[in-house]
């Protein structure tokens, strides 16, 4: 696993994990690292040239002028792609990451060959009651300056250790199956982008009320229907974040994408549960192969 930068009007931090063949990139979700691959980095290189990317304001990318929403790290990736990677790429994208594939997949088809969506922020079939901790997040986003007081307060109290392990609570069904050293190597993170100040909240705060918005756009699900990429849909079970209803709902609207769901597992299975999560992915990838025609002699 090497560290790089490359520079997309400003420096953009990516991981490395090698391999040759079909470039793939994994794209992280809301407040999330290329770090969250660090897992399955290693299997997918052995099948893939694999890539992981650090979104605009989260991992070791700063925010360098630019934003944090949405869209503008949906354009991000897309030059990463073009630039840096120079030709079509799987798209892998976990939760804000998998919303940021699709708008990919719908506005540049060219560029990606096709999509692995890992519990992807998308609408759900049916509005719930979030969560009590849910809720109160939301809510702090909600209110001018608010957000950005209360998040620094919550880094000063808890540490990067106490910050580490109540994200994992959030995320993981079972926070203790994560690898110790994928623990220690996000808490080493979360140490160094201390000294990054307000600019942490101000990207939380940008992104999160982008993909808020994006998840109320109905034109979502048009956008969706026109995508081309074959598709690969893994969910966890035990997703406090986004319901395995909304994958269900999503594989309903689109009947030829595959739905792969991880019995007992939270919203980020690649670092939950690394194992199951590549069996999946090596399961539909088998499939594709032996599906596609042989090419004629």
């Known amino acids: 696993m090497r560290h790089k930068v490359a520079d997309l009007h400003g420096p953009v931090h990516y991981l490395d994990f090698g391999g040759s063949g079909q470039p ?6 809301l ?13 997918i290189a052995e099948t893939h040239r694999a890539l992981a990317i650090d979104l605009a304001g989260f991992g070791e990318t700063p925010l360098f002028g630019r934003a944090a929403t949405v869209g503008a790290n949906a354009q991000l990736v897309h030059d990463f792609i073009a630039t840096v990677i120079g030709e079509p790429a799987v798209l892998m994208g976990n939760s804000m990451g998998g919303h940021i594939a699709i708008v990919e997949a719908y506005t540049k088809p060219e560029w990606v060959t096709s999509m692995v969506l890992v519990d992807p922020a998308i609408p759900g079939a049916h509005v719930r009651r979030p969560e009590p901790a849910m809720l109160g997040i939301m809510a702090t986003l909600t209110v001018p300056g608010l957000a950005q007081t209360l998040l620094d307060r919550h880094v000063q109290t808890l540490g ?3 910050l580490v392990k109540r994200a994992l609570e959030l995320v993981c069904a079972d926070p203790s199956r994560v690898d110790p050293a994928v623990v220690e190597a996000h808490v080493r993170l979360t140490r160094e ?10 990207a939380l705060v940008q ?5 808020g918005l994006r998840m109320a756009d109905p034109r979502f699900w048009t956008r969706v229907l026109a995508v081309r990429a074959p598709t690969l849909v893994i969910h966890g079970g035990l997703d406090r974040v986004i319901p395995i209803s909304a994958a269900v709902e999503l594989c309903r609207r689109r009947p ?4 792969e769901i991880l019995e007992g597992v939270g ?6 549960t690394p ?3 590549i069996e999946a992915l090596n399961r539909w990838m088998a499939y594709r192969i032996a599906s596609e025609p042989a090419a004629a002699s």
Do not use: C, K, T
């Open 267 to 272: 919203h980020v299975p690649m670092l939950e």
């Open 207 to 211: 992104a999160s009320r982008s993909i």
């Open 24 to 29: 793939l990139l994994m794209v992280h979700g």
């Open 256 to 259: 030829d994408w595959s739905l």
């Open 31 to 43: 407040a999330g690292s290329a770090l969250n691959w660090m897992a399955v980095g290693p299997q």
């Open 160 to 162: 990067p250790e106490g």
């Open 275 to 277: 194992g199951l999560f």
């Open 193 to 202: 982008r201390a000294h990054l100040g307000r600019q942490n909240a101000r």
